[in-house]
């Protein structure tokens, strides 16, 4: 090595940037393995303009989580945005459970996205879209719909649906 080089390893400020980089480096790795699987989460698309009491928040995160759910996200989405549109196109496809008007759903369902209901829900209004219970009505004009492509168990999307039920007069 010549003399340049050596000077420049002597210094300990080079040493500390090198410590602190692979600190940096270690707490990013771990921290992305630590996240939860696609499996372990699950995540509800509310497409109102309104928000869902913290009380029905927690009902339904309660939910989730006794079976088995690390991260249960309810995400906020209004559809008077003017990228609603564009929101949905690219998230639909991972998200586990909707809660949309009619209008929007009748107008989407001929793409395949909603998964067929059972009328489990006794007592409740079912939307009937081509001849198939597709949503469960929420409150007003608001349904909830199952995404036909979410690999979740059928009664954890049953338990998550009862706990919103329970809470749409809230």
Known sequence: MNSAAIKQLKKPKLWAAFVLIAVAVWVLAFYWIAQPTRSEKYEVWLGADFDLKTELKESVRAAAEERGIKKCSIVKYDPA????????????????????????????AETGIFGAMDKSFEGEEYLEIDGKNCGVRFKGDYYIFINSGSDKPAELHFAVISALLSGADV
Do not use: C, G, M, P
């Not at 949905?88 to 949309?100: E, G, H, I, M, Q």
């Open 81 to 108: 945005d003017s990228y609603y549109a564009q929101a949905f196109s690219l998230r639909a496809n991972t998200v586990d459970l909707y809660l949309l008007t009619e209008d929007f759903a009748v107008t989407i």
